[in-house]
């Protein structure tokens, strides 16, 4: 009610409207995938859903169902399942590291992939390839890591469009994966389950699922892959920096990725929601770590208002890297 999360205003107001409101969905069974997180915390995101079924249920749309099941129970899950999603995620970390120009390409290759095929491996292999060449034949001139909440992150329209218009000036945006955000957030998991069968398959399936991102990152190059070359790496820059801080990839987005061994980068760019807890904290504990290691970063957030002021520290930020 107090509008305190952009990403939940955005959620509600704009994508949901425009699932209501298309004809497909009138005429078809349709369903909502929103996952919480049992370690959110006081975050609101752990919400998410609860609120959007009210909606729907007041706004008459009670034949769309919602599907949110806890993203830590997913990895010891129905292990198909399970193997699509992370597809699913890697397919769309694959298009964000392709040349701005042929995104659109790209995603419409995937969905009609996701149409037509099984999912594999072998074919986001194949098209992360395609996506290396294409990236041989591009000049940047900075290369900047955009990191921060995934809702905030993955939507251009929440973040004012701020990532687009640096590519527009020939820089190079390399957004964190969410791939990767899920494989550590799953990865903290295993190290909670107190042994047993479930103890077992999760660290199974785990260690599948680093293999996949392995071969992705192979496929696009050191140098245009956004993954880091160690995903353990990840676990120990955040042990090092962040101890046992949780709630909303907090340890993925703080301590691990901006001192991870990924791409090389000349600056990183956090996003979040004005007022989210996680990205408050993590601009006051990111100091007490930051070193000459750590890129120099730029901490921006958003609550749906036009702010000229962020697009003047983001051209100083590019001017002085």
């Known amino acids: 009610m107090t509008n305190e999360y952009f990403s939940m205003t955005t959620l509600a107001g704009g994508d949901v409207a425009r699932l209501t409101r298309s004809p497909e969905i009138q005429k078809n069974k349709a369903a909502l995938f929103i996952p919480p997180q049992y370690e959110g915390g ?39 399942l399970c193997e699509n999603i992370f597809y ?20 419409d290759l995937i969905n009609e992939w996701i149409r037509t095929s099984d999912p594999d491996i072998k074919y986001l292999e194949d098209l992360a390839d ?8 591009r000049t940047y001139e900075k290369t900047i890591c955009a990191i921060g909440e995934p809702q905030i992150l993955f939507n251009d329209y929440t973040t004012n469009h701020t ?22 957030l799953w990865r903290d998991c295993t190290e909670q389950i107190n042994g047993g069968e479930d103890a077992c398959i999760a660290k199974q399936r785990l260690r599948r699922l680093e293999d996949h991102i392995s071969k992705i990152h192979t496929k696009l190059g050191g140098e245009f892959s956004p993954f880091e070359r160690n995903l353990n790496t990840l676990v120990e820059n955040a042990d090092a920096t962040m101890g046992y801080y949780a709630g909303a990839f907090g340890r993925y987005r703080g301590g691990a990725k901006l001192l991870g061994d990924g791409p090389n980068v000349d600056g990183a760019i956090t996003v979040a929601s004005m007022y989210e807890n996680t990205g408050i904290a993590l601009g006051i504990l ?36």
């Open 42 to 80: 006081a975050e609101v995101d752990g919400q998410y859903s609860r609120f959007i079924r009210t909606i729907l249920d007041e706004e008459n749309n009670r034949e769309i169902a919602m599907v949110s099941p806890y993203l830590e129970d997913i990895l010891a899950g129905d292990g198909e």
């Open 163 to 184: 990532f687009r218009r640096i590519e527009e000036r020939g820089h190079r945006v390399v957004y964190a994966p969410l791939s990767e955000y899920m494989w550590m």
């Open 286 to 321: 990111h100091p007490a770590f930051a070193d000459a290691s750590t890129p120099p970063v730029l901490n921006l957030t958003f609550d749906g208002t036009l702010n000229e002021n962020d697009e003047t520290k983001v051209e100083s930020f590019l001017l002085y890297l």
């Open 88 to 107: 699913t995620m890697l397919a769309g970390d694959i298009v964000r590291a392709a040349p701005p120009n042929t995104r659109i390409m790209y995603q």
């Open 130 to 137: 395609t996506v290396r060449l294409a990236q041989t034949t």
